[in-house]
């Protein structure tokens, strides 16, 4: 078996078997019969060719077949996941998780940290006084068995070749495919071992994908690969078009985060919450209908067994717990500056990705892996999409550690659209099984 010849029929638009991708993907991983110049042009043949959702299987599995697959065996019960493709704001995880494990559900997740103007939940968590991250596999298996939860960093070598993949990629101008984004996000989701996925695909201006078309063949594509591998999946293509929620910004998030679990969040991230909650109860089978398990995910925001287990989680994993039953105790920010409108109308839009990068530019986020976060700053949204707003009008708050934020400024005020037609957006566009 030669790569030339595989490329070859890629490029012309042929089927490949199982073999032909396993040769390419384990030989460009251990480096001795695939280039790097190679694999280039593989990407760029399945770029324009695409593949078929077999093929997209066999991707899958050979990257998740190249390095260490999590057995979670040892842990009793339907253990689920939940993967969000990066939005603005989106802190998700730190309702859903708790919420499912109040409820017996075993949610074992390893997460990433932000890249960009998308934020990550372990930097969210970090900013809890103490939350360790790292934690030995058998630590965390013992965790889940315990408190029926844990949210830790990736400490297996899950998905090497994914990696390294993915860095030929982002140099090639091959990171835009449906086949190679779909089986490199699954083959990490299923290297993690959970037996349900609850997938959030973002759909908007501060999402990967820009349109709901591409958006649901991706979606379509990666629940199709979770059911070819044995797992029960499901897929929300929500809006990310404005900032979910109010708050963006670590401390800000996790704040956010916990007034949902006190049942005051905000309207559009409490229904995404219970909306992923709901089918995953659904999925591990302890409800028999949508209705019923949206009705049990609203039970146990009501009766604060969620926020109890969240309070939980952060014990188990070394962090002050007194935050999370006490949330002035974070560290505020030194400059609260107020953004206000310059006229009467309607919010008729907000960049989420101006608004992201606003709060990476004051220290929130990354633009490269090794910056430092400030987990005090960030943008408090005071008006969303839809709200109408006199002149004068505060838009928006900017929370930050240092007194200059004129860039800070214009990217926040540039980010909102003032009308005359009030828009009623849609969170969950589309949900696929």
Same mark, same amino acid.
């Given at each position: 078996?030669?790569?030339?010849?595989?490329?070859?029929?890629?490029?012309? @638009?042929?089927?490949?078997?199982e073999?032909?991708?396993?040769?390419?993907?384990?030989?460009?991983?251990?480096?001795?019969?695939?280039?790097?110049?190679?694999?280039?042009?593989?990407?760029m043949?399945?770029?324009?060719?695409?593949?078929?959702?077999?093929?997209?299987?066999?991707?899958?599995?050979?990257?998740?077949?190249?390095?260490?697959? #999590?057995?979670?065996?040892?842990?009793?019960?339907?253990?689920?996941?939940?993967?969000?493709? %990066?939005?603005?704001?989106?802190?998700?995880?730190?309702?859903?998780?708790?919420?499912?494990?109040?409820?017996?559900?075993?949610?074992?997740?390893?997460?990433?940290r932000?890249?960009?103007?998308?934020?990550?939940?372990?930097?969210?968590?970090?900013?809890?006084?103490g939350?360790?991250?790292? *934690?030995?596999?058998?630590?965390?298996?013992?965790?889940?068995?315990?408190?029926?939860?844990?949210?830790?960093?990736q400490?297996?070598?899950?998905?090497?070749?994914?990696?390294?993949l993915?860095?030929?990629?982002?140099?090639?101008?091959?990171?835009?495919?449906?086949? #190679?984004?779909?089986?490199?996000?699954?083959? +990490?989701?299923?290297?993690?071992?959970a037996?349900?996925?609850?997938?959030?695909?973002?759909?908007?201006?501060?999402?990967?994908?820009k349109?709901?078309?591409?958006?649901?063949?991706?979606?379509?594509?990666?629940?199709?690969?979770?059911?070819?591998?044995?797992?029960?999946?499901?897929?929300?293509?929500?809006?990310?078009?404005?900032? =979910?929620?109010?708050?963006?910004?670590?401390?800000?998030?996790?704040?956010?985060?916990?007034?949902?679990?006190? @049942?005051?969040?905000?309207?559009?991230?409490?229904? =995404?919450?219970?909306?992923?909650?709901?089918? #995953?109860i =659904?999925?591990?089978?302890?409800?028999?209908?949508?209705?019923e398990?949206?009705?049990l &995910?609203?039970?146990?925001?009501?009766?604060?067994?969620?926020?109890?287990?969240?309070?939980?989680?952060?014990?188990?994993? @070394?962090?002050?717990?007194?935050? *999370?039953?006490n949330?002035? +105790?974070?560290?505020?920010?030194?400059?609260?500056?107020?953004?206000?409108?310059?006229?009467?109308?309607?919010?008729?839009?907000?960049? &989420?990705?101006? *608004?992201?990068?606003?709060?990476?530019?004051?220290?929130?986020?990354?633009?490269?892996?090794?910056?430092?976060?400030?987990? &005090?700053v960030?943008?408090?949204?005071?008006?969303?999409?839809?709200?109408?707003?006199?002149? %004068?009008?505060? =838009?928006?708050?900017?929370?930050?550690n240092?007194?200059d934020?004129?860039?800070?400024?214009?990217?926040?005020?540039?980010?909102?659209?003032?009308?005359?037609?009030?828009?009623?957006?849609?969170?969950?566009?589309?949900?696929?099984?």
């Amino acid at each position: 078996m030669r790569a030339v010849d595989i490329i070859e029929k890629k490029r012309n @638009g042929n089927k490949l078997t199982e073999d032909e991708i396993k040769f390419m993907v384990n030989g460009f991983t251990k480096g001795d019969t695939v280039q790097d110049y190679q694999m280039s042009a593989f990407n760029m043949a399945v770029y324009f060719q695409g593949m078929d959702d077999e093929e997209a299987t066999w991707m899958t599995k050979a990257m998740l077949n190249s390095g260490d697959i #999590l057995d979670l065996s040892k842990i009793h019960g339907v253990k689920v996941d939940k993967h969000s493709t %990066g939005g603005v704001g989106d802190k998700t995880s730190l309702v859903v998780a708790p919420l499912v494990a109040s409820l017996g559900i075993k949610f074992a997740k390893m997460s990433g940290r932000g890249l960009g103007h998308t934020g990550g939940t372990l930097d969210k968590l970090e900013s809890i006084p103490g939350y360790t991250i790292g *934690i030995k596999e058998e630590d965390f298996i013992n965790q889940v068995n315990r408190i029926g939860i844990a949210l830790i960093g990736q400490t297996a070598d899950l998905a090497p070749a994914d990696k390294k993949l993915y860095a030929l990629r982002d140099v090639t101008a091959t990171v835009e495919s449906i086949p #190679l984004i779909a089986s490199s996000i699954m083959s +990490k989701k299923l290297a993690s071992g959970a037996d349900v996925i609850s997938l959030d695909v973002k759909v908007g201006s501060g999402a990967f994908m820009k349109n709901l078309d591409q958006a649901t063949k991706l979606a379509e594509l990666m629940v199709s690969i979770g059911k070819m591998c044995g797992k029960k999946m499901s897929a929300e293509l929500t809006n990310m078009d404005e900032p =979910l929620g109010l708050a963006v910004g670590n401390s800000l998030e996790v704040i956010e985060a916990i007034d949902t679990l006190n @049942g005051h969040g905000p309207k559009d991230f409490t229904e =995404l919450c219970m909306e992923v909650s709901a089918e #995953l109860i =659904l999925d591990s089978g302890l409800a028999k209908s949508h209705e019923e398990a949206y009705k049990l &995910a609203l039970r146990q925001i009501e009766n604060k067994e969620a926020l109890h287990k969240f309070v939980e989680l952060v014990d188990a994993q @070394g962090g002050d717990s007194s935050y *999370i039953l006490n949330p002035d +105790k974070f560290p505020k920010a030194k400059y609260i500056v107020p953004v206000t409108s310059t006229k009467d109308g309607y919010v008729t839009r907000i960049d &989420a990705l101006a *608004i992201g990068h606003a709060s990476m530019y004051l220290g929130g986020g990354r633009a490269k892996m090794d910056d430092k976060i400030d987990h &005090a700053v960030g943008i408090v949204l005071n008006k969303k999409v839809g709200d109408y707003v006199e002149k %004068g009008e505060v =838009l928006a708050y900017i929370h930050a550690n240092k007194e200059d934020v004129s860039l800070e400024t214009k990217c926040v005020f540039d980010a909102y659209a003032i009308g005359d037609t009030k828009i009623q957006p849609k969170l969950i566009l589309k949900v696929v099984k």
